[in-house]
């Protein structure tokens, strides 16, 4: 029986015996071989599954561009999958050599490089926080068989106090599949995919593995009685108030919050390192000693503050009345604490303060506000309404810094929902008689009205919210499919009517013929050539409209060779017959078709008899030229059209753009549907009803002009926290 990959690795590094690495115990040989089989099988159902939705979506789509792009990746993956199952094997492998907490990297929570978290690179971001969210998930689902594995595997490795030690941990696994598909060359919608099939498939699947694994470990006699019992035992009690086992309910808490706070924890290192470089003296430095409140304290001071009170402080009077009105709202929350401050006496004396740390805190959410405040991605309504809850998010931070690294929280989920809900207002909405409007701006007046800082409204508002949009979803989605369909249909028929307009005209140009031919050929044969040419998918029948024209045309003319007589022959009855079929069918001038067919039958025998020439126009054809279109083609001839033309090609249905118009007013729309046969760009409304078709060219063409803006979907808060950082860090460099 062949070894399983990365097998022979493990027994190299056994054979070591000049203090590199500790001999690996039998029992974790045993597990290695266990798992890595299974993991192998669980890997093949993902990337088998990758290749089924990318030929699904191939199949789907209506852009040639996207559908290859799809088949390219499949044509990737499958040649990269072997390496990447063996890639991926080794790297497991290696874990059981030489555990990761061992070497370092992967030893408890981890500060957050701030360079990861700045706008570098969007991709990687992606591709972590979908690492992360899986890896999270498993951690949570399959807790029990993971603590007792952390026991186990630590006791083996001999890991150090306060060290777990467990190369099954989620968080490893992924690494390493991200790890084994680094060589696919292939964009990050396909690797979102990939990461998404393995999730569903490795991810979601590894109980049993883990309790493989735990048997095998407790057969070997390591750590077979395992009690882990929680020291907050208040947390953890079961109605008897007796502790609980572990193995069922995980005090994680602790670690999950310092998790959490990472991300704050870097950007407070930030701040400080930007207050060293300007000079700023040391705070409370004075002689006068001060009491720094609590979190706790502050977020009560924020809940006596009435709503009303800060608006006023902001020069704003309208709580009442539509919250969307005038300018978004700008608080100095800071300033505004310190208000409060002076108001408040400590009852041991000392003057109230504000810790630094709560004061960077403070200091962050005005720097996320002041992003939120200037991106031209918000639509005008929810930019003002977003700005009246600065002061709610505040009292939300104050009390859960994983607002700032959970993309799950309830407050900043509820945001990005309702920012992404609503891109596609306009200034010009009629925002009074807009059932979505009035749904947000109930749900602003009711955080102001009722918010104290229990994040459950944030839960319950959110769901009913979600609630909502799926109905309002159905509607639009079901206007927008017609009036995709619509389009579609217009546009091909429209094309269809070009098309044979053109043939039409190119061959009339040539060649003037008989009266009666003439009429049969443009008020009937174009109407069979139009029907065609939609219904047609195959164009056999299409070329064959073409070729009856080409027939008829041929046969008026002269045919001296005997060959070309007996060919005539042989042509003319049934180019009649298929021209009176197609005729009777668009039901072309029913009451005369038989007196018609019969002139045209003497038409073309009167040509075959008397051998005469078919009369050539003598004047040339003309064709005016199209000034629009000639300016386009000059334009084109720019390497900036050119340039504009590649991020054309990158819109994808269903992003959202602005349209600025030459009088100052914007329009925001959705692309709907590229028509690839007619280069035609369909793009509707919110409520799914059309309101501009661009070609490709007039597209490239606005956006050079800095009239087309494509607006960034992505989620709200995420965007604001990376520019934040982004911009602290290029400070600090």
Known sequence: MNEQPGIHHIHQRQKVANGEAAPVPPEVVCVLETVVA???DLLQGALDAVDDSLFELANNCRNNNEQNRYFEAMREIRIKRKGVERQFNET???FFVLPPSQSGPDNGPQAIDPDSLALVSNDDLEEQVALNA??????????????????RFSHVYKAADGVTVNPLAPEHLGKAFIHAIQPMEIQIRERLILLKQFDRFVMSNLGMLLDEANRILVKAGVVPHFRHQVKDSSKNQDSGGKPTDSSDSMGTSQVDAASESAVFEQIRSMLSHQRSNADMPQRHSGSRPVHPLSAGELGELLNALPTQNAFDTASYTGFDEDLSQGEPLTIDLLNLMHQLLAQTKHKDGLKAAISEADEDLINLVSMLFDFILDDDNLSAPIQVLVSRLQIPILKVVMRDKTFFSHGGHPARRLLNNLARAGIGWSNSDEKSRDKLYNQIHAIVQRILEEFDGDVSLFVALNDEFDAF????NKRSTLVEQRTRESERGRIKSQKAQQTVDAILKEKLARYKLPQTIHTIVVNGWSRVMFLTYLRDEMEHRWNESVKVLDDLIWCL???HEDAERDQWVRVVPGLLKTLRAGLEEVSFNSSKLDEMMAQLKHELADAFRTNAALETRTEPLVVAPDSEKADIGEELQDNAISEY???????????WVEFSLVNGASFRCKLSAIIEEADCFVFVNRMGLKVIEKTRTELAQEMCRGRLTLLEQGALIDRALNAVVGSLRSKAG
């Open 38 to 40: 299974g993991l192998g």
């Open 92 to 94: 497991i492998s290696s």
């Open 134 to 151: 899986m890896a999270a998930k498993a951690k949570a689902h399959f807790q029990g068989q993971l603590i007792q594995l952390d026991a």
């Open 469 to 472: 949009l799926e109905r309002e």
């Open 557 to 559: 003319h002269p045919h």
């Open 645 to 655: 033309m590649d991020q054309i090609d990158q819109i994808e249905t269903g992003s």
